[in-house]
């Protein structure tokens, strides 16, 4: 009887976090266009800050909080219907890297609301930076989700670290030029 169950909340605990994936990629890199739109000269500043302060608030609103609600409540599913996952230490480090995420969703709502009030001194660079952030989260958590207690940590850090320092290489490599 739960097998179901399981399944029915697996694919949706996915889809809510494809969701939550692409929705963070997609507002992060708004900010980017609204930082650098907060550079240009009237009218177009006033235009163009507008115009992204109110996709960045569709995007947050309509596809972000339902797909963090859906992910989150659709995992917890998953944890009642196995219960000792709570006893193993991939699913503690698993549930850290998302609160973790979850965090850095929150972070970008405020994010947001500097931009729109032009409040920000961070430039465009600097929002290419953050938008690699969810990458670097969403690699850990997949990893743990499918090794699960067969992870090695210092091979799961160890290759985080690596990626993210390859990525802060690109990011500066790309704002070179």
């Given at each position: 009887?739960?097998?179901?169950?399981?399944?029915?909340s697996?694919?949706l605990?996915?889809?809510?976090?494809?969701a939550?994936?692409?929705?963070?990629?997609?507002?992060?890199?708004?900010m980017?266009?609204?930082?650098?739109?907060?550079?240009?000269s009237?009218?177009?500043?006033?235009v163009?800050c507008?115009?992204y302060s109110?996709m960045?608030?569709?995007?947050?609103?309509?596809?972000?909080q339902?797909?963090v609600?859906?992910t989150?409540?659709?995992?917890?599913?998953?944890?009642?219907l196995?219960?000792?996952?709570?006893?193993?230490g991939?699913?503690?480090?698993?549930?850290?890297?998302i609160?973790?995420l979850t965090g850095?969703?929150?972070?970008c709502?405020?994010?947001?609301?500097?931009?729109e009030?032009?409040?920000?001194?961070?430039?465009?660079i600097?929002?290419?930076a953050?938008?690699?952030?969810?990458?670097?989260l969403?690699?850990?958590?997949?990893?743990?989700?499918?090794?699960?207690?067969?992870?090695r940590y210092?091979i799961?850090?160890?290759g985080?670290l690596?990626f993210?320092a390859?990525?802060?290489?690109?990011?500066r490599k790309?704002?070179?030029k």
């Amino acid at each position: 009887m739960i097998e179901p169950w399981y399944s029915i909340s697996k694919a949706l605990h996915l889809i809510g976090m494809v969701a939550w994936m692409a929705g963070l990629f997609y507002l992060v890199r708004i900010m980017v266009y609204h930082a650098t739109a907060l550079q240009a000269s009237e009218p177009d500043r006033s235009v163009l800050c507008r115009q992204y302060s109110l996709m960045a608030w569709k995007v947050y609103k309509i596809i972000l909080q339902p797909a963090v609600i859906i992910t989150w409540s659709f995992g917890v599913v998953l944890l009642c219907l196995n219960p000792g996952w709570m006893q193993q230490g991939w699913m503690h480090t698993k549930l850290g890297f998302i609160i973790l995420l979850t965090g850095y969703t929150h972070f970008c709502k405020g994010q947001i609301r500097r931009l729109e009030k032009g409040e920000t001194a961070h430039s465009h660079i600097y929002y290419r930076a953050l938008n690699e952030v969810p990458t670097i989260l969403m690699t850990a958590i997949i990893f743990l989700a499918v090794f699960k207690s067969q992870i090695r940590y210092e091979i799961l850090f160890g290759g985080l670290l690596v990626f993210s320092a390859l990525i802060i290489w690109g990011v500066r490599k790309a704002n070179r030029k």
